[in-house]
């Protein structure tokens, strides 16, 4: 393991500089050099050096990141979504990534991974302990990554977020608001993090990270009030006009009924600013 002497600011990848990449980056430039890799690198965020590669193709990576890098950020968006698209994404651009950067060389890796890789249905409370059996694919390709990082050979931990909701990613409220939500009662259990908190949940690990402060290999990142759907798009109801549900409306989501508990991650000292779904909404509600 290298440790990260702090005689210079941390030079630290986000590879994969999108919505959550790149805002992740975004944070953390105001206290390190930070490096976007992504196929398009005009796009990440200002303060951010744009690094071009294509990780699904290893020769984009010949050659092209930057040494002395103390921190990765593996952060990726399948290009499709079907399982060849979440095993590009998640595994092979992961492996590909890896094959350049040498050996040890990392205070840390930070795998960027979801919750989908849990299959409860049974209103059951998960937690980093929990078994996972994925019931689709695409988890079982998100988990093949999470392992892939584990293995690499470089001090890493997996950031298991729940369902990502904020200002940028409207899409739950706009369809209560037009009438596509219409879950049944008692609806499954839903779980959800705002996206400036999970932006400042991988801040926060990196930082404690390169402090030297041990971190765990798993982290669940979800908000601290699991809701049942009904509850959520009942009082979203409540606090804006609201279309009636049209037919057809959606019943909810495929990802079972689970409670995810964050409690590994408040015991490193992070504070939520958003510790529900009634202070993320009301706030993209404009109240």
Known sequence: MATYEPTQ????????????????????????????LRRNPDRVPEG????????????????????NLNVVIYCLTPASYDEQGYRDAYVTGLTNLLAEIPPH??????????????????DSWVDESSPTRPARPSGEQILHGEQ??????????????????????RRFLEEVIEGGMNPSSPAPFSNRIHEADAARV????????????????????SDCEPARLDAVVGWVREQ???????????????????????QRLLDTGFRFDYPDFRAGYREMMGH
């Open 105 to 122: 060389s990392l205070t840390r890796l930070i795998f960027i991974s979801s919750t989908s890789v849990y299959s409860q249905d049974d």
């Open 148 to 169: 892939t990082a584990l293995n690499s050979g470089h001090p890493a931990t997996v950031v298991r977020f729940s369902g990502i909701y904020g200002p940028s990613r």
């Open 240 to 262: 804006v006009p609201c279309a009636d549900p049209v037919e057809g409306a959606r019943k909810g989501g495929r990802a079972g009924s689970k409670r995810c508990r964050n």
């Open 202 to 221: 991988v801040e926060h690990l990196v930082t404690l990270s390169l402090a030297g402060t041990p971190l765990e290999d798993i982290y669940l990142a």
């Open 9 to 36: 600011p941390p030079r630290i990848l986000v590879a994969g500089c999108g919505k959550l990449g790149g805002a992740i980056a975004q944070r953390l430039s105001t206290s390190a050099k930070v490096f976007g």
């Open 48 to 67: 951010v050096q744009g690094v071009r590669a294509d990780l699904s193709k290893p020769d984009t990576l010949a050659g092209i990141l930057p040494d």
